[in-house]
């Protein structure tokens, strides 16, 4: 029973449970459980992003357990952004669907150009913030 007291121990003032692993006290910190998200194109880019310059607030949400969420909801909203602002400058380009049929290469490069747009004021106003 002495011996099975000093294998684990509880920090009286954090609440925070440690086991004895050699001579030290390793704390007993689970991540919890996060649901399954599958990432597009602006969750993994932004995944990237707070690996890489924002390490607290990736941390944060990692044991906070709302990393996923996170990723979903910008995912969405990045999605739901980029198909908006495409068509609004779709409207301003006065680009036609007879032009997919009349002036084909017109039509593809000017859609390039807007999904490009759009996709470069996403990154600023949603990933890179």
């Known amino acids: ?58 941390a944060i949400m990692l044991m906070d357990g709302t990393l996923n969420t996170h990723l979903k909801e910008l995912q969405e909203t990045a999605d739901n952004r980029v198909q908006q602002i495409i068509n609004e400058l779709k409207e301003k380009s006065n680009l036609t669907e007879d032009m997919k049929n009349t002036e084909m290469l017109y039509w593809i490069g000017t859609m390039n150009s807007i999904k490009a747009q759009a996709e470069e004021i996403v990154f600023s106003e949603l990933i890179y913030v």
Do not use: F
């Open 1 to 58: 029973m002495n011996n099975e007291l000093l294998k684990t121990k509880i920090d009286e003032r954090t609440g925070i449970e440690y086991h004895l692993e050699g001579d030290y006290y390793i704390p007993n910190i689970v991540a919890p459980k996060q649901e399954k998200v599958i990432l597009n194109k602006y969750g993994r880019i932004r995944l990237k992003y707070l690996k890489e310059h924002k390490k607290a607030d990736y």
